[in-house]
């Protein structure tokens, strides 16, 4: 067996491991075939009711000959800020990405695609929390066109969604933990978990690095399942009532009636975002 080839197999059974873990909910970890597909038991939608997500696409700097490939969704800001989950970015570099509005494929070159000019993950990811903090903003260049139909910008939220209320999650990511490839956006509709709740249904998963924290968002059909953001969503949107409340972070697997998926909880992290908004 070629050097190559245990790269190659090493790669994968990496991807297996990641995905039978079913954290962090992205896809691509390493350029190598993770099945694709789209959320959990949801909707075929079109990028026109959801204009303002993104799809991520990254090649790995040791393999400059690969395509860009969808790896993690996004949602705009404006034109050339772009919301998204920080294990999307951990580690690589802003010339490894496109960003591609506009589109309703997880492949292709269908619809506008820019050039990312510049990271800012959260410098508290990690901290206190798995996952805490997922949050990172992508500077864009040259800058979307928003036509307001299909390329949107999505206010951001600046309070909590209440417990209950259903939220919109969308992206191009697998239809189970282990799931079948779908070329085409979807959507599902998720009600609000509280984090109490949320909390206490984590409260045996993993170790004690595990918890809700107050930057997380849960949602979930908690106690029935079935409906849920799955690898390759990470870094797409939650979203209340036209308001960005959540950017796809993790789970335990995807859509299990008992564990909610976890996102980055917008309202809560406004403070940061702000400040990197505002150049500080
Ligand atoms: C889209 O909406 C923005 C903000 O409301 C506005 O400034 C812009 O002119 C609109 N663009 C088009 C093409 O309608
Ligand atoms: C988009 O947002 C960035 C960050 O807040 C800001 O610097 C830029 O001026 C905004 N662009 C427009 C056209 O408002």
Redesign the pocket.
């Known amino acids: 067996m070629s050097s190559s080839w245990l790269v190659c197999l090493l790669a994968l059974l990496v991807g297996v491991v990641a995905l039978t873990q079913g954290l962090p909910l992205l896809e691509d970890l390493d350029e190598k075939s993770v099945p694709g597909g789209r959320i959990v038991g949801g909707y075929v939608t079109d990028i026109a009711q959801v204009p303002y997500q993104i799809s991520l696409r990254y090649k790995g700097i040791t393999t400059p000959e690969n395509p860009y490939r969808h790896r993690c969704g996004g949602s705009i800001?404006?034109?050339?800020?772009i919301v998204t989950a920080a294990h999307c970015i951990i580690g690589t570099v802003a010339s490894q990405f496109k960003v591609v509005a506009g589109s309703n494929w997880r492949t292709g070159s269908d619809g506008v695609i820019t050039n990312v000019k510049q990271i800012v993950m959260h410098e508290e990811y990690f901290s206190g929390a798995a996952y805490n903090n997922d949050i990172a903003i992508l500077f864009v260049d040259p800058p979307l066109p928003l036509n307001n139909f299909t390329i949107k910008a999505i206010k951001l939220a600046s309070e909590p969604p209440l417990e209950g209320t259903v939220s919109k999650i969308s992206g191009w990511g697998t239809t189970s933990s282990a799931g079948s490839a779908s070329n085409q956006l979807l959507a599902v509709d998720v009600p609000i978990v509280s984090n109490e709740l949320c909390d206490q249904d984590y409260e045996d998963f993993g170790d004690e690095t595990y918890r809700i924290t107050s930057a997380m968002l849960c949602a979930g059909k908690r106690g029935v399942g079935g409906a849920d953001a799955c690898q390759g969503d990470s870094g797409g949107p939650l979203v209340v009532r036209d308001e960005l409340h959540g950017v796809v972070s993790w789970g335990n697997k995807c859509a299990l009636p008992n564990y909610p998926g976890v996102y980055a909880n917008v309202a809560y992290l406004r403070p940061w975002i702000d400040a990197v908004?505002?150049?500080l």
């Open positions: 800001f404006n034109e050339t800020t908004l505002a150049g």
